[in-house]
């Protein structure tokens, strides 16, 4: 059984630039949800995709937005960035089936530094 | 809209001390809550859910519906209890909320 992976673990953008982060779902997940964690904070929700829609999202503004493929890997990206972006994102995966949903798993996260 | 409250930043204890992390939740329908618990350099993991009422690594934690709590406790912290722990409420089936955490130090 494969866990939830995220990628790049690190990175540093420009003010302004764009930044798209990956995430391998567990094997045998359907749902793929998002967070930012600011620091000192707990993680906030972004947004959830399940069978490739979004199904649900946080606070957040437009220039954040995602994309879920047929294999349940999801893309966050966001455009524009402002140095308040700057935090750590957290993909987590969880089954979504007739009895709800199961417990999420979360990745090691993608360290975004905006300068 | 639904809220997680974790009034304590940070808290100490000894060894075989026991221990409590407070959790206040603020929701209008039926919540799930969960423990969520982050050693150093791991990542965020699961601790137990309130509707599998089990002890896990001897911690546990009752939904108190009256007073919207879900404390954690356990009765004798070990040092390899260390680390920072978050309560969570999901609705929907949909997102998780976080609340800011508590950083649990257990002194030897």
């Known amino acids: 059984e494969t866990g939830v992976t995220q990628s790049p673990t690190h990175l540093i953008k420009t003010r302004g630039q764009q930044v798209t982060l990956r995430c391998s779902s567990q094997?045998?997940?359907?749902?793929v949800s998002w967070y930012q964690q600011a620091l000192g904070q707990g993680p906030q929700f972004i947004f959830q995709?399940?069978?490739?829609?979004?199904?649900g999202r946080g606070n957040f503004p437009p220039r954040f937005s995602g994309l879920q493929f047929p294999n349940y890997s999801s893309e966050l990206n966001v455009n524009a960035l402002e140095l308040d972006d700057s935090a750590l994102y957290l993909c987590?995966?969880?089954?979504?089936?007739?009895?709800?949903?199961?417990?999420?798993?979360f990745g090691q996260g993608t360290r975004l530094t905006v300068v | 809209a639904q809220r997680v409250t974790q009034p304590e930043k940070l808290l100490s204890v000894f060894k075989g001390a026991p221990v409590e992390l407070k959790c206040n939740y603020s929701?209008?329908?039926?919540?799930?809550l969960f423990w969520y618990v982050q050693y150093s350099r791991q990542r965020l993991q699961l601790l137990l859910r309130?509707?599998s009422r089990e002890s896990i690594k001897g911690f546990t934690a009752d939904l108190n519906k009256g007073e919207t709590s879900f404390h954690l406790k356990k009765p004798f912290a070990q040092e390899e209890d260390s680390a920072m722990y978050y309560c969570?409420?999901?609705?929907?089936?949909?997102?998780?909320?976080f609340g800011s955490g508590t950083q649990l130090t257990v002194l030897p």
């Open positions: 309130h509707i």
């Open positions: 987590a995966s969880s089954l979504t089936g007739g009895r709800g949903n199961t417990e999420a798993f």
């Open positions: 094997s045998g997940h359907n749902t």
């Open positions: 995709y399940y069978r490739e829609e979004e199904n």
């Open positions: 969570a409420l999901r609705m929907s089936a949909r997102q998780l909320t």
């Open positions: 929701y209008s329908g039926s919540p799930e």
